[in-house]
């Protein structure tokens, strides 16, 4: 059996969580690819994906997009095998993804259980709600507080290290160059420092390591403005021109982190019973070094960032 590394897929309805799994797994080819490593999903997960991917790309096809992803229904995990190319998997990657509308009380537990066993979380956050408007549209769209109380029912006496990766999706607009890339670092540690101090108590300083990385799961749509219809908001987005095509940027980088996080918890003894046992059975020289060289290819500038936890990351000590 290999051994698994288990993550939540944490944000409101239609922030993006499932877009985020589905830009991930398609550029991962082209990019943690090139280190030596395969990534398999299980035959569901590959299904659901192809049918996500289409729904993606068909953001293209008018010039104001206007298509979409189907919200999810139900919770779905998707399983992914990752392991030496052509070799069989030495670790099983299991995102939990759930519908948004979870995150309010009545399902509550499910989130909360799922939480409780999951080594990292991913937060979507929809950027435009974040930035348009002083962020007028953030609390509504993305659930801070929620997201905040879910963490403070389940990391209270955290005994283990997790990682917690922010991910800003439509972001297209906001990273245009450094200096926007900067405003939108900031505006996440604004909108979302209630979190950060959480993550900054003295419990959780030492285990909890929170990143921030970008993804643009289409590329080249950008946001173009926002209508607000009956005390609703209704954003809208655009191509970046006639002829763009489906271009996702960064996608990988939320597994690049994941290794790097894996990688250190091994090579730090402190932990060792803990990541033995869970995490590094099955694991050879040859992916650790896939490993590391895939995390050496995290970002850390252009929106990029460690908000906390620089020492949990850090595969070179
Ligand atoms: N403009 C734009 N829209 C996007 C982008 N990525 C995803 N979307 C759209 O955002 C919508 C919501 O995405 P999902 O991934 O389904 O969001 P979710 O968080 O899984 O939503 P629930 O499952 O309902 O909780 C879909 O209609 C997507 O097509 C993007 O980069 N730009
Ligand atoms: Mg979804």
Same mark, same amino acid.
Request: charged fraction near 25%; hydrophobic fraction near 35%.
């Given at each position: &059996?290999?051994?698994?590394?288990?993550?939540?897929?944490?944000?409101?309805?239609?922030?993006?969580?499932?877009?985020?799994?589905? +830009?991930?797994?398609?550029?991962?080819?082209?990019?943690?690819?090139?280190?030596?490593?395969?990534?398999?999903?299980?035959?569901?997960?590959?299904?659901?994906?192809?049918?996500?991917?289409?729904?993606?790309? !068909?953001?293209?096809?008018?010039?104001?997009?206007?298509?979409?992803?189907?919200? #999810?229904?139900?919770?779905?995990?998707?399983?992914?095998?990752?392991?030496?190319?052509? *070799?069989?998997?030495?670790? /099983?990657?299991?995102?939990?993804?759930?519908?948004?509308?979870?995150?309010?009380?009545?399902?509550?537990?499910?989130?909360?259980?799922? &939480?409780?066993?999951? !080594?990292?979380?991913?937060?979507?956050?929809?950027?435009? *709600?974040?930035?348009?408007?002083?962020?007028?549209?953030?609390?509504? &769209?993305?659930?801070?507080?929620?997201?905040?109380?879910?963490?403070?029912? #389940?990391? +209270?006496?955290?005994?283990?290290?997790?990682?917690? @990766?922010?991910?800003?999706?439509?972001?297209?607009?906001?990273?245009?160059?450094? /200096?926007?890339?900067?405003?939108?670092?900031?505006? @996440?540690?604004?909108?979302?420092?209630?979190?950060?101090?959480?993550?900054?108590?003295?419990?959780?300083?030492?285990?909890?390591?929170?990143?921030?990385?970008?993804?643009?799961?289409?590329?080249?749509?950008?946001?173009?403005?926002?209508?607000? @219809?009956?005390?609703?908001?209704?954003?809208?987005?655009?191509?970046?021109?006639?002829? +763009?095509?489906?271009?996702? /940027?960064?996608?990988?980088?939320?597994?690049?982190?994941?290794?790097?996080?894996?990688?250190?918890?091994?090579?730090?003894?402190?932990?060792?019973?803990?990541?033995?046992?869970?995490?590094?059975?099955?694991?050879?020289?040859?992916?650790?070094?896939? *490993?590391?060289?895939? *995390?050496?290819?995290?970002?850390? #500038?252009?929106?990029?960032?460690?908000?906390?936890?620089?020492?949990?990351?850090?595969?070179?000590?």
């Amino acid at each position: &059996m290999p051994s698994e590394l288990k993550i939540t897929m944490l944000g409101h309805r239609g922030v993006g969580k499932t877009s985020i799994l589905t +830009a991930m797994y398609e550029q991962f080819e082209s990019t943690i690819g090139a280190t030596g490593l395969q990534l398999t999903p299980d035959p569901e997960s590959s299904a659901l994906l192809s049918k996500r991917l289409g729904e993606l790309k !068909a953001l293209l096809n008018d010039f104001e997009a206007t298509g979409g992803l189907e919200g #999810t229904e139900e919770p779905q995990s998707f399983t992914f095998g990752l392991g030496k190319i052509g *070799a069989k998997p030495s670790l /099983q990657l299991i995102f939990q993804d759930f519908p948004g509308g979870y995150l309010d009380q009545k399902d509550g537990e499910f989130v909360q259980k799922v &939480m409780t066993e999951c !080594a990292a979380v991913l937060i979507a956050i929809d950027t435009p *709600a974040l930035m348009e408007k002083k962020g007028q549209w953030h609390d509504l &769209m993305n659930r801070p507080k929620q997201i905040l109380d879910f963490f403070k029912r #389940t990391y +209270a006496d955290l005994k283990e290290p997790r990682l917690v @990766i922010l991910v800003p999706i439509r972001c297209e607009k906001y990273l245009q160059n450094e /200096q926007d890339a900067k405003k939108l670092l900031e505006r @996440i540690k604004d909108k979302y420092s209630d979190l950060l101090r959480f993550f900054s108590s003295e419990n959780l300083i030492t285990k909890v390591a929170c990143v921030v990385t970008p993804v643009q799961t289409v590329g080249t749509v950008v946001f173009s403005n926002i209508k607000e @219809i009956d005390g609703t908001p209704h954003f809208y987005f655009r191509k970046i021109n006639h002829e +763009a095509e489906y271009s996702p /940027q960064d996608s990988e980088q939320p597994l690049r982190y994941l290794l790097c996080f894996l990688l250190k918890l091994h090579i730090d003894s402190r932990w060792g019973l803990f990541n033995r046992v869970r995490y590094w059975l099955g694991w050879d020289q040859y992916l650790k070094e896939a *490993a590391r060289k895939s *995390a050496e290819k995290c970002k850390y #500038t252009n929106g990029f960032a460690i908000l906390q936890g620089q020492d949990r990351l850090d595969i070179k000590k």
